[in-house]
């Protein structure tokens, strides 16, 4: 992970570590001064599947065969383009289900009730669909 990354982590969560790692492996370590730069949607997820990887292999390494499976939801975006992932390292188990909304969801109606859309509508919830041309398994 390189400085810039690091020192952008401002706690303790896994979320905010995985995302550094994220941010040095699409930047190859270049730090913040290349953060601003306009990364492909294949530079984005070839950079996911290298954090995923690189988690596995830390797990693997730290706590060799008592390991425990994975089980991630991770998501990334520029503003115009989106990698998503739900990774599962079980031997049986499938990943559980991702779902996007380009506005809520149902869990938010749930959480706020009477909270509309501007046209008076709930908000909805779509299943996430994938460009299988862009979408494979971490390595």
């Known amino acids: 992970m390189d400085d810039d990354s690091y020192a952008n982590i401002s706690g303790s969560t896994d979320s905010e570590h995985f995302a550094a790692l994220y941010i040095t492996l699409l930047t190859d370590g270049k730090g913040k001064d290349s953060w601003e730069k306009q990364y492909t949607v294949i ?3 070839d950079a996911m599947r290298k954090t995923l990887g690189a ?3 830390l797990q693997r390494t730290k706590f060799g065969d008592k390991a425990e499976p994975n089980s991630l939801n991770v998501v990334t975006t520029d503003g115009s383009q989106l990698v998503a992932f739900r990774y599962r390292n079980h031997a049986v188990e499938q990943p559980p289900s991702l779902y996007y909304s380009t506005t809520a969801g149902v869990t938010l109606n749930r959480k706020y009730p009477g909270e509309l859309r ?15 041309n862009v979408s494979r398994r971490p390595s």
């Open 55 to 57: 988690v596995v292999e």
């Open 118 to 132: 501007r046209s008076g509508e709930p908000y909805e919830i779509s299943p996430l669909r994938v460009n299988s």
């Open 43 to 45: 530079q984005m997820r």
